[in-house]
């Protein structure tokens, strides 16, 4: 749990919220502890807003509990869970992944259709509202071949039943779930 906090106030860019959760560490951790042992979290009320960078999506956070919650979610249920089944070359949202293994691992297909073929093409594609078109129904029957732990499943649905449509850009949790 204090991992998470540590993660949650690295990634918080309003420093007056940072602060105060600094200030209130103890409670905070606490309070999640016991929400987790007692198994009553329910999920807090979004906070939502649009970008328009690069492109109009909806974003939506939630508070410095849900936060700390979905980090533990997705770090200690999620990824354990998902991680195995995706391919190698899957760069989102992987530790020590990202746009930078995204770039290398480009360019070495690059190199190697350089070296095999003298003319290839490159599909660049970006699936429309693919967060928000992800079915619960279906997400959840996945879902339950990989998890077993009855009280992490609950945990799991019932983030994903807060969403309303699809799931929210934003969240630990989701980002995994995509």
């Known amino acids: 749990i204090e991992n998470a906090f540590t993660e949650v106030c690295r990634n918080t860019r309003n420093e007056r919220k940072v602060f105060n959760m600094k200030q209130y560490k103890s409670i905070y951790i606490s309070r999640v502890y016991d929400t987790l ?15 328009f960078e690069p492109k109009e999506r909806l974003i939506v956070s939630q508070g410095i ?19 195995p089944c995706l391919i190698d070359t899957n760069v989102a949202s992987r530790k020590n ?7 290398e691992y480009e360019q070495k297909f690059i190199r190697k259709c350089n070296i095999r073929f003298k003319k290839y093409y490159i599909l660049k594609c970006d699936i429309s509202k693919f967060f ?39 969240s630990m949790a989701n980002q995994a779930l995509a």
Do not use: C, W
Request: hydrophobic residues 40%; charged residues 30%.
């Open 37 to 51: 042992i007692n198994k009553e979290y329910k999920v807090g009320p979004y906070n939502k807003f649009t970008i």
């Open 65 to 83: 509990q849900d936060k700390i919650i979905n980090h533990l979610v997705a770090r200690y249920i999620l990824y354990p869970a998902l991680l």
């Open 97 to 103: 992944m990202g746009t930078k293994a995204g770039i």
């Open 132 to 170: 928000a078109s992800i079915d619960h129904d279906i997400l959840k029957e996945k879902l339950k071949r990989r998890i077993k732990d009855k009280d992490a499943l609950k945990i799991v649905f019932d983030l994903i039943d807060s969403n309303d449509q699809g799931l929210y850009i934003g």
